[in-house]
């Protein structure tokens, strides 16, 4: 790791697979949680990726989400990382989802440990 990762951000929009009908987490079309825990994970990984280094990767290792709005098919969700603490390895992301217009939709923080890719899966 060579410096403090980036701020991130991306862009989803919601399809019939990323609903809570679709994914089993509920019996609704509207975005699941699992899915923006996906997409939330995504933006962490995406600020990491140009501090790791060749042969190493990143686990999530602790998840606190609050999902506070509904998404229909069809919405862009804007999904951001923010690095909030660094220490070695591990690594620290206050999280949040938005609607284009500015809905807060979730907020959250996921911490990710930085892993040799090969010692890590010598372990399984």
Known sequence: MS???APSELVFVVGEGDTAAALGS???PV???PRLLAW???ATCAALEPTVGEGRTSVGTRVALEHSAASPVGAEVVVGADPVHSDGRLHRFRVTGRHTDGKVVATGEVTRV???VD???GRL
Do not use: H, I, M, Y
């Open 40 to 42: 939330l994970e995504a």
């Open 119 to 121: 010692r890590f899966l």
């Open 3 to 5: 410096t403090r990762p």
């Open 26 to 28: 509920g019996s609704l």
């Open 31 to 33: 975005l699941a949680t």
């Open 114 to 116: 930085v892993v040799d």
